[in-house]
C-alpha cells in the first residue's frame, strides 16, 4: 500500500519563499507522474505543478509559471515544489500526487498561508 507523507507548508509574507516536499513510500511499481494540487477554501482542487518520469515534461498553472519549481529525486522517491514571490493568491491546501500506471495516491495535504 502505498502512503505519502508531505512536508514543508507554513505561514509567510508576500513575497517568501516555501519549499513542500512529498515522500512517496510502499510502492512496488515504478511511478510515472508526479504532481501538486492545491484547494483554497470553497474552491475546487487545481492543478499547480506535474511531471513525468519519462520524458521529462512538466507542466505549470499559468498562475505559478516563473514562481513555482517542481523537482524529484528519483532515489528517494520525493518530489518537491520550491514556490518563490509568493502571493496572498496562493493560499490553500497543498496536495501531491503521485500516479502509476492504473493508479495514482494523494498526500494529507499542507497548508500555506501568505499575508500581504
Known amino acids: 500500500q502505498v502512503q505519502l507523507v508531505e512536508s514543508g507548508g507554513g505561514a509567510v509574507q508576500a513575497g517568501g519563499s516555501l519549499r513542500l516536499s512529498c515522500s512517496a513510500s510502499?510502492?512496488?511499481?515504478?511511478?510515472?507522474?508526479m504532481g501538486w494540487y492545491r484547494q483554497a477554501p470553497g474552491k475546487e482542487r487545481d492543478l499547480v505543478a506535474s511531471?513525468?518520469?519519462?520524458?521529462?515534461?512538466?507542466n505549470y498553472a499559468d498562475s505559478v509559471k516563473d514562481r513555482f519549481t517542481i523537482s524529484r529525486n528519483a532515489a528517494r522517491n520525493t518530489v518537491y515544489l520550491q514556490m518563490n514571490n509568493l502571493k496572498p493568491e496562493d493560499t490553500a491546501v497543498y496536495y501531491c500526487n503521485v500516479g502509476f500506471r492504473c493508479v495514482d495516491f494523494w498526500g494529507q495535504g499542507t497548508q500555506v498561508t501568505v499575508s500581504t
Open positions: 511531471m513525468s518520469t519519462v520524458g521529462g515534461i512538466i
Open positions: 510502499g510502492n512496488r511499481f515504478p511511478i510515472s507522474v
